[in-house]
């Protein structure tokens, strides 16, 4: 058997495919809230133990899950949105696990999904409290500051989706593949 391994780099898995979706089943919300506490409380220290707060209770959970032969294998990033007034929507608690924000697109992923998500269940304006440091990423994909806050004592911006940017749908779930590089074929 170790014949058959001989020359394999010992490289860790890296996954070619994310779903992201409305979190649903019992595994997909624990570690949805698992990701935010790993994210909040022990990389970013903004709260102590648990970053739940009354906005959970009614808020719809979207995770980014990777996948192993095409089934969802772990939660890997992760955002709430939830409706604040008639009309008005919010997300919050944008997670993505740290060994796997290299990809940059699965942050971007899950705001799309979840703006479409809430644009779908009727927003007309789509508000988020983004931390002063993604505040550019927000902007490259169409959104626009309001001005800045002080939130748990870190620097904040208020932030608008431009929703003509995020079609409305009804979609439980997309996909996103990573790219592969392509082998060049000498002839």
Not at 2 to 22: C, H, M, N, Q, S
Request: proline share 5%; net charge neutral; aromatic share 8%.
């Amino acid at each position: 058997m170790t014949a058959i391994l001989e020359g394999v780099d010992d490289r860790p898995f890296i996954p070619t495919e994310y779903v992201v979706r409305l979190a649903r089943t019992p595994w997909e919300q624990a570690g949805y809230h698992a990701l935010r506490r790993d994210v909040f409380c022990t990389e970013q220290q903004v709260f102590a133990d648990d970053d739940r707060d009354a906005i959970d209770a009614v808020a719809i959970p979207i995770i980014a899950a990777c996948c192993m032969a095409g089934m969802p294998d772990r939660v890997v990033g992760a955002v709430r949105i939830h409706e604040a007034e008639p009309g008005v929507w919010r997300g919050s608690r944008l997670a993505v696990h740290e060994g796997h924000r290299k990809l940059g697109r699965i942050g971007a992923e899950l705001i799309r999904m979840a703006v479409s998500t809430a644009h779908g269940f009727g927003a007309t304006q789509f508000l988020a409290q983004v931390q002063e440091q993604n505040v550019l990423f927000f902007r490259r994909l169409h959104w626009k500051s309001l001005g800045t806050i002080t939130l748990h004592g870190l620097p904040h911006h208020d932030m608008q989706a431009n929703l003509a940017r995020y079609p409305a749908h009804g979609q439980d779930q997309t996909w996103l593949l990573r790219p592969q590089p392509r082998n060049r074929q000498v002839a």
